[in-house]
């Protein structure tokens, strides 16, 4: 009787814990947002500074979705094509795998809010790279460049370009889709 008792008390503390696959439990919902790298481990070079920034979130799963955007000196450069992620929520790690199949290994540091960890290439070759809380408005500005009105309507306007006194001709796209 106490080994059954033993074995379903075992299981009643098992199941919690295994059941945070996805998001939802408080440990979890602490890496979502957005994410960009640090001064530190940030690439510099002569012309300027490429930065990293991640928005990590849970899809309505609950399982993890992320998208990474390459900055270069703030502004947008090129996306980071990112496949698959896991957080495991007792460790609070987070392994983050490319479309080339470099691994970017993290560990959440809940007390600095901080993400602390090294993109590991296939070359073998490890690159720290710690990032912290970014703004939200970069998520708008980088993830959303054409935002919907209140009435969730996205409008793109287009204006004939300018003649100018240079000797290169101008006209309207619309006739160059009418020559087509």
């Known amino acids: 009787m106490n080994a059954l008792k033993l074995l379903l008390?075992?299981?009643f503390m098992i199941i919690p814990i295994s059941n945070g696959s996805g998001g939802g439990d408080?440990?979890?919902?602490?890496?979502?947002?957005l994410w960009i790298t640090t001064e530190e481990t940030s690439s510099r070079f002569l012309s300027g500074t490429q930065k990293i920034l991640l928005r990590i979130h849970?899809?309505?799963?609950?399982?993890?979705?992320?998208?990474g955007v390459f900055l270069w000196n703030g502004d947008y450069q090129s996306e980071w094509k990112l496949v698959n992620m896991?957080?495991?929520?007792?460790?609070?790690?987070i392994t983050i795998l490319?479309?080339?199949?470099?691994?970017?290994?993290?560990i959440m540091d809940a007390k600095n809010d901080r993400l602390i960890g090294a993109v590991y290439l296939q070359s073998k070759t490890k690159n720290s790279l710690n990032f912290l809380r970014a703004s939200n408005n970069l998520e708008s500005r980088l993830f959303h460049p054409?935002?919907?009105?209140?009435?969730?309507?996205?409008?793109c306007g287009y204006n004939n370009p300018e003649q100018?006194?240079?000797g290169i001709e101008t006209t309207s796209i619309l006739s160059n889709l009418m020559m087509a």
Do not use: A, F
């Open 86 to 93: 896991h957080y495991d929520t007792i460790s609070h790690r």
């Open 164 to 166: 100018l006194d240079d």
């Open 146 to 155: 054409r935002l919907p009105d209140i009435h969730g309507n996205i409008y």
């Open 26 to 33: 408080k440990s979890s919902s602490s890496i979502e947002g």
């Open 9 to 11: 008390l075992t299981l």
């Open 98 to 106: 490319d479309e080339d199949s470099d691994t970017l290994k993290c």
């Open 58 to 67: 849970t899809d309505s799963n609950k399982k993890w979705t992320v998208r």
